[in-house]
Nanobody, 118 residues
Framework: QVQLVESGGGLVQPGGSLRLSCAASGIDFGRDTMGWYRQGPGKKRELVAGITSGGSTVYGDPVKGRSTISRDNAKSMVYLELNSLKVDDTAVYYC????????????WGQGTQVTVSS
C-alpha cells in the first residue's frame, strides 16, 4: 500500500515562509524520485520542485530562487521550503512519487492547502 501524506499547509501572510512535509510509506523511498506539484484555482497542476534519488533537483519557474526541496531517506520524508510567499502561491500542494519496479508508476498524496492572504 503506497501512502503519501502531506502536512504543513495553512494560512500565511504575503512575504512569509512555509515548510511542507510529506511522509511516504509503501515505496522504495531511497530509489524513488519525489516531487511537489500544486494546483491553484482555475489553473492546471504544475511542477513546483522535484528531487531524484541521486539528489538532482529541478524547480518550476514561479518558485525558482525562493524554494528548496530536500529529502531524508532514513525517515522517508521529503520537504518543501517556500519563502517570500505571494498571493499567487495559493494552491493545493501535492506530494508526488515516481517508483521503479517492474514498471514505472506514479503516486499522489491527498494534498495540503496553502493560502497566502493578508
Amino acid at each position: 500500500q503506497v501512502q503519501l501524506v502531506e502536512s504543513g499547509g495553512g494560512l500565511v501572510q504575503p512575504g512569509g515562509s512555509l515548510r511542507l512535509s510529506c511522509a511516504a510509506s509503501g515505496i522504495d523511498f531511497g530509489r524513488d524520485t519525489m516531487g511537489w506539484y500544486r494546483q491553484g484555482p482555475g489553473k492546471k497542476r504544475e511542477l513546483v520542485a522535484g528531487i531524484t534519488s541521486g539528489g538532482s533537483t529541478v524547480y518550476g519557474d514561479p518558485v525558482k530562487g525562493r524554494s528548496t526541496i530536500s529529502r531524508d531517506n532514513a525517515k522517508s520524508m521529503v520537504y518543501l521550503e517556500l519563502n517570500s510567499l505571494k498571493v499567487d502561491d495559493t494552491a493545493v500542494y501535492y506530494c508526488h512519487a515516481l517508483t521503479y519496479g517492474s514498471r514505472t508508476e506514479e503516486h499522489w498524496g491527498q494534498g495540503t492547502q496553502v493560502t497566502v492572504s493578508s
